[in-house]
């Protein structure tokens, strides 16, 4: 086949994935081009080890353009526009065509959906947010911690439970836990809902073990003045606020063609192939509806195996073979709970009428699983 170029937009999890994988394959004639408009990739994962102090920022974050060692072009800018049919994105001004279009552009945060909420709390959701929350965990001696989800739906289901409990190991390690109230209070039912019952009778468990509140079905109208205040009329005071911010599509994908009325990319779950031949999406920008009537969880590990089902099947049709690689809904999660600790969540999400999880109790062995995947992912990718 002649020359072909790969343009994948999003240098998240699922790009950079992407672009590694058809760079390995494809012969050096066919170009891979990764747009983003971040300089930096960054291991979100590890923030929450960034919030305790158990990694600094240039541990978990590596320039983009390290990529370009391997071979993968690396263009650096604002994705303004994208027109499905021809397969092209205009960067910065600029059109870039591709024979084969990955978006990979992931979820925007929107803090700004609840007033006060930016400016009234942090978020470890962030490298920054992160950053600043570790300094405000530092000076606390004593008072209120409220951790909570503003909306039902985020990236990573897992993350602020185990920003809960996390916060309460550093505490414990500075020996001022006693005076310190933390409360989780969530928007949704309960933790990891997607994951069934069981598992997240299994994570409310081991958040309340802690002596930790936990409050769900709890949503944040405002934040004013140190006060978070809820939907239900409740208004609590805390010395520190820390959130799960709102989510929303990226906005460049309104007038791609690729969005249904939700505004997330409506793919085939099998290969991610979009309406549009030649176009596919992965990670968090998609929606993948579920038997039992709620999305597949945006989290890194379905980014990551959904990109390797497409850029395999790009390869493979680069090479005239039929594109047979599927993404089965297979997914696995460590769950930090503090002082080298993790549960580990893994299961079949595609299973109906609900997805089949497995929970396994807190142990070192996964907490030593996540660090090695921390490793492997930053030497692997970057
Ligand atoms: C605190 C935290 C902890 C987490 N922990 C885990 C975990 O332990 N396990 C797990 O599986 N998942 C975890 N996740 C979720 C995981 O990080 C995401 O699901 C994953 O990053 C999604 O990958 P993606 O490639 O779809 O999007 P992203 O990784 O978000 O990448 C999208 C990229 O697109 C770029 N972009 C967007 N719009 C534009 C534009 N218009 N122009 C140019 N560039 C653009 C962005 O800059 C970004 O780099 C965590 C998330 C958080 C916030």
Not at 267 to 279: A, H, K, S, Y
Request: aromatic share 6%.
């Amino acid at each position: 086949m002649k020359e072909q170029t790969i343009l994948i937009l999003g240098g998240g999890i699922g790009g950079v994935v992407a672009a590694n994988r058809l760079r390995k394959t494809l012969g050096r004639q066919h170009r891979v081009v990764l747009v983003d408009r971040e300089p930096t990739f960054a291991l979100a994962a590890s923030f929450l080890w960034v919030m305790t102090g158990d990694r600094r920022p240039d541990q978990i974050a590596r320039p983009l353009a390290r990529l370009e060692r391997k071979g993968i072009e690396v263009v650096l800018g604002e994705v303004e526009r994208i027109d499905s049919a021809s397969r092209e994105a205009v960067v910065d001004g600029r059109t870039l065509q591709a024979d084969h279009l990955i978006v990979a552009l992931g979820a925007q945060f929107a803090p700004e959906a609840v007033p006060g909420l930016a400016t009234g709390g942090l978020t470890f959701c962030t490298l920054d947010g992160a950053t600043r929350l570790r300094d405000a965990l530092h000076v606390m001696r004593a008072g209120r911690i409220i951790v909570l989800t503003a909306a039902p739906a985020y990236k990573c289901p897992a993350a602020p439970y185990e920003a809960a409990m996390l916060i309460d190991g550093f505490l414990r390690r500075r020996g001022v836990r006693s005076a310190v109230k933390i409360a989780l209070h969530s928007a949704e039912p309960g933790p990891m809902g997607v994951a069934g019952p069981e598992a997240s009778a299994a994570v409310r468990a081991m958040v309340e073990d802690k002596g930790i509140a936990y409050h769900p079905e709890h949503q944040i109208a405002r934040v004013e003045a140190g006060r978070a205040h809820f939907t239900d009329g409740a208004a609590l005071d805390a010395d520190l606020l820390v959130y799960v911010p709102p989510i929303r599509p990226p906005t460049v994908l309104a007038a791609s063609g690729l969005v249904d009325e939700t505004g997330w990319v409506q793919v085939d779950r099998n290969n991610l192939e979009t309406r549009f031949p030649g176009v596919y999406a992965v990670g968090d920008a998609t929606l993948i509806p579920l038997a039992m009537g709620k999305p597949l969880p945006r989290a890194g590990v379905f980014a990551h195996r959904q990109a390797e089902v497409v850029a395999r099947n790009i390869a493979r049709v680069i090479a005239g073979k039929t594109p047979v690689e599927r993404f089965d809904g297979h997914g696995a999660c460590f769950i930090e709970t503090g002082s080298g600790l993790a549960g580990f969540g893994a299961g079949d999400f595609y299973a109906e009428p609900r997805p089949a999880v497995r929970m396994r109790r807190p142990g070192r062995l996964w907490h030593a699983g996540k660090v090695l995947f921390e490793k492997q992912v930053m030497w692997q990718w970057l």
